[in-house]
């Protein structure tokens, strides 16, 4: 098992940047598939970004493709999303998630979730 902590929400601009952070309090991050999903107010969570367990194969939701980037440092048992061009639409909180079955797009294909951290974008 995997437990997660995620950091780094907070206030921003819009068109500003921020990174998130996901540790493992327990276990071992890198014996997982990692992924950000985000839940806005009312909304149904979505998919953000994924990533395999080495570190390769990030994938992208359209609505954030080459304005994010996903990245891992399994040395430091982390997980990061890095977020540029930040627009109010995006205020949401923004849950890291870990699977042992691969780098997923689905959330119900993940077994381990963070408490999540808020980002609110202002105009």
């Known amino acids: 098992q995997v437990q997660l902590v995620e950091s780094g929400g907070g206030l921003v601009q819009a068109g500003g940047s921020l990174r998130l952070s996901c540790t493992a309090s327990?276990?071992?991050?890198?014996?997982?598939?990692a992924a950000w999903f985000r839940q806005a107010p009312g909304k149904a969570r979505e998919f953000v970004a994924s990533?395999?367990?080495?570190?390769?194969?990030?994938d992208y939701a359209d609505s954030v493709k080459g304005r994010s980037t996903i990245f891992r440092d399994n040395a430091a048992n982390a997980v990061f999303l890095q977020m540029h061009s930040l627009k109010p639409e995006e205020k949401a909180v923004y849950y890291c998630?870990?699977?042992?079955?691969?780098?997923?797009?689905?959330?119900?294909?993940?077994?381990?979730w963070g408490q999540g951290t808020q980002v609110t974008v202002s105009t």
């Open positions: 327990r276990g071992t991050l890198s014996d997982y598939a």
């Open positions: 990533i395999s367990r080495s570190g390769g194969s990030p």
């Open positions: 998630a870990a699977t042992q079955a691969g780098e997923l797009t689905f959330s119900a294909g993940y077994d381990y």
